[in-house]
Structure formats: structure tokens, C-alpha cells
């Protein structure tokens, strides 16, 4: 209910995805150096293995790069599958000997896409916390993060343990989710029939935080575009 208030803000054509052309060390350490996936061509899985030749990088298109979690319309998935204008097919080609395509793929189509540049929000919503230097996981939430996280207005978080306590301290004080219902926590439903009344699904009554994601949303949105 919360993220259907907020996202009722803003227009229907935005993509949210983090993205920078700041490569930093990732210029040399991703995109010149090849990999290679055997599980693109066998039936199992198996581990990436280097290639010792070096590439140049791209000038038909500017890489960009950023957080693998998007949330992207229709329109512009669409773009990515069928390609009519070719890029999404050429990156993907590219992006296929690279390690973690995932965090470059949808911003290097978007940012290179006359049509679809101007429809990006820089950034994915994700509450994370790292280490210093960063890994390549952020770390695990606990109780300790509850109110740095619920005051960042993110919509979502990672990364959490089975079982957390955080997990019922979420459900209990952010979703209003009583212990006797099915919680993220993977708690089983004890009372089926109190836990499965609806009200008018016509009205949206958003909570506290849903007032604050709505606002936050809003804020980030009105700068849009690829730099």
C-alpha cells in the first residue's frame, strides 16, 4: 500500500537506476579486462576464468555503471528485448565477457538511449550499509541499523540474516504486522481469519513511512538524465 501511494507521485515513465560514467578503478579492472562464462554455453555451472588479452575501451557507446538493483517500466524493458534501434543487443554482446554485467548493462542502454536518457532517477531506493573499504557484499543489517535505515526513506534494504530479530522489529513497527500473521521473518500464520480481513482496496491510506517515501520519491525525481 505504502509503495503504491508513493510511486502515484510521479510520472508512470521513470526508471529508477543508480548510474555514474565515473568509472574510477572499474575502467581497468571491468571493462578491459575479458572474461569468460562457460555457463552461457554448457549445462552447468562453473567458474569465470580470465582472459590474458586485455580490451580497449568502447568508443560507439559510453559506459556507465552503478547499483544492480533497478527498477525499470514496461516501455523501457521492452526497449532492452526487442532492440529496435540495435544497442541493447550490441551491450549485450559486450557485457557478456565482462564480470558482473549486471551492475553496467541496463545503465549503459538507458544512458546511450536518446529515447529513454531523460527518464532516469539516480538511484534504486536500497538501503545498504558497507564496509570500509567496501567488499563486494554489503554487510548484514541488525538492530543496530533499524533507525539509520528507517530515516534513509529507502523503500527497500539487504542485506538481512534468516531469522533476524530486525526482521520482527520491521514487521511489528514499519508494516504493522502483528506476530500472529505471516511476517518476513517467515513466522507462520497462527490466525488465518484476522489476517486476512481487506478494506477498500480503492483507498489508499498510507502510514507514516509511506508519507515519507512519497515525499523522498518526489524529491529525488525532479532531477532526471544521464551525466
Not at 508513493?6 to 543508480?18: G, H, M, R, T, Y
Not at 526487442?82 to 543487443?89: F, I, K, T, V
Not at 481469519?193 to 515519507?212: F, H, Y
Amino acid at each position: 500500500m505504502d509503495l503504491l501511494y508513493a510511486f502515484s507521485s510521479v510520472p508512470k515513465e521513470l526508471n529508477f537506476i543508480d548510474h555514474t560514467s565515473d568509472l574510477g578503478w572499474k575502467e581497468h579492472e571491468r571493462f578491459e579486462k575479458l572474461i569468460v562464462d562457460p555457463s552461457l554455453y554448457m549445462d552447468s555451472n562453473s567458474e569465470l576464468f580470465p582472459v590474458t588479452e586485455p580490451r580497449q575501451m568502447p568508443d560507439a557507446f559510453k559506459i556507465f555503471t552503478g547499483s544492480p538493483w533497478v527498477i525499470l517500466t514496461r516501455n523501457f524493458t521492452e526497449h532492452c528485448v526487442h532492440g529496435w534501434d540495435n544497442l541493447p543487443r550490441k551491450l549485450l554482446m559486450y557485457f557478456a565477457n565482462t564480470a558482473y554485467s549486471m551492475e553496467s548493462y541496463f545503465q549503459t542502454v538507458i544512458c546511450n538511449s536518446s529515447k529513454f536518457r531523460n527518464t532516469t532517477v539516480n538511484g534504486d531506493l536500497r538501503y545498504f550499509v558497507w564496509d570500509d573499504p567496501p567488499g563486494l557484499e554489503p554487510l548484514t543489517l541488525d538492530e543496530s541499523h533499524f533507525g539509520n535505515m528507517v530515516n534513509s526513506s529507502a523503500a527497500f534494504a539487504r542485506r538481512f540474516a534468516e531469522d533476524s530479530p530486525v526482521l520482527k522489529k520491521i514487521d511489528e513497527e514499519i508494516l504493522n504486522h502483528s506476530s500472529d500473521c505471516a511476517s518476513l521473518s517467515g513466522r507462520r500464520v497462527m490466525d488465518v481469519g484476522s489476517c486476512s480481513k481487506w478494506g477498500d482496496i480503492d483507498v489508499l491510506r498510507p502510514s507514516r513511512a509511506g508519507e515519507q517515501l512519497r515525499r523522498f520519491i518526489s524529491e529525488i525525481s525532479q532531477t532526471r538524465g544521464c551525466s
